[in-house]
């Protein structure tokens, strides 16, 4: 299998794209054909990983133009993959020498700068979260907070957000404008929002609701289509907009 990466010299852009052969074995995912290389033709290829189990979110990347896990994408079934997101320039935007027929495109997740070949930096996603300072205040006097099976059932997809920001790197309106929070952070927020063991809902809202927040998304859904979680970002986003009316 042929795999065309994006290499980085100046840790800024993209300079060029460099070619592997890779030896497949059953079950491969794009993960151990980054390790493949790395191991055995260049060890200066950058990528992040921890998890390897879909858990951790730090191999987001953008695969054959798809945001997805380099984990959790098997090498076998990229090329029976069809798109279904709305396009932005990085969706599109390729090499001319790729031959999307025969080779796999390996390339860092958009909508976020770069550091090195596909490795991005997480620091304006992850200030999104601190900014709007979306976790659990504590409760005054009380040790312990209760919450019912039923009250949990309520944020249960959104709890499962591992942060991989794949959802950022779909989505048109990130490509477009810096200023928008992004699919994760408002999601988030709604999650805190809907909390039954939050003491003040409404503080979340008040962030997602600002001009950066909600009010900025079109509801195009690239993030449901990416969330490698069924978080559903876009219906969170839907739920802020129609509750608070923005
Ligand atoms: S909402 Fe989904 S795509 Fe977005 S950061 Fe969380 S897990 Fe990743
Ligand atoms: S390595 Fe942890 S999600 Fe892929």
New binding site residues.
């Given amino acids: 299998m042929i795999l065309r990466i994006a290499r980085s010299r100046d840790g800024v852009s993209v300079s060029h794209f460099d070619v592997f052969e890779v030896e497949t074995r059953r079950g491969m995912t794009v ?1 151990d054909a980054l390790f493949q290389i790395q191991d055995n033709l260049d060890p200066s290829l950058a990528f ?13 990347m953008l695969i054959d133009k798809i945001p997805q ?4 994408t098997q090498l076998a079934s990229v090329k029976e993959q069809e798109s279904k997101l709305r396009p932005f320039e990085a969706l599109t935007k390729h090499p001319n020498d790729w031959d999307s027929k025969t080779e796999i495109l390996i390339e860092p997740l958009p909508n976020l700068p770069l550091l090195k070949d596909l490795v991005v930096d997480m620091t304006e996603f992850y200030s999104a979260i601190e900014d709007m300072n979306l976790w659990a205040d504590p409760a005054k006097g009380e040790s312990i907070r209760i919450q019912s099976p039923e009250d949990r059932k309520k944020i249960e997809r959104y709890v499962d957000c ?1 942060l ?1 920001a794949l959802c950022v790197g779909s989505c048109p309106i990130n490509a477009e404008k810096k200023e928008y929070v992004g699919p994760a952070a408002l999601t988030k927020a709604y999650r805190f929002n809907q909390d039954s063991r939050t003491p003040d809902p409404e503080r979340y809202m008040a962030d997602a609701t600002k001009k950066e927040g909600a009010p900025l998304c079109d509801l195009i859904m690239n993030c449901v289509k990416v969330c ?1 979680k069924g978080v559903a970002p876009g219906g969170a986003i839907r739920k802020i907009k129609q509750e608070h009316g923005v």
């Fill in positions: 993960l992040r990983y921890s998890c390897r189990g879909a858990v951790c979110g730090s191999c987001a896990l380099a984990c959790r591992i991989c490698p």
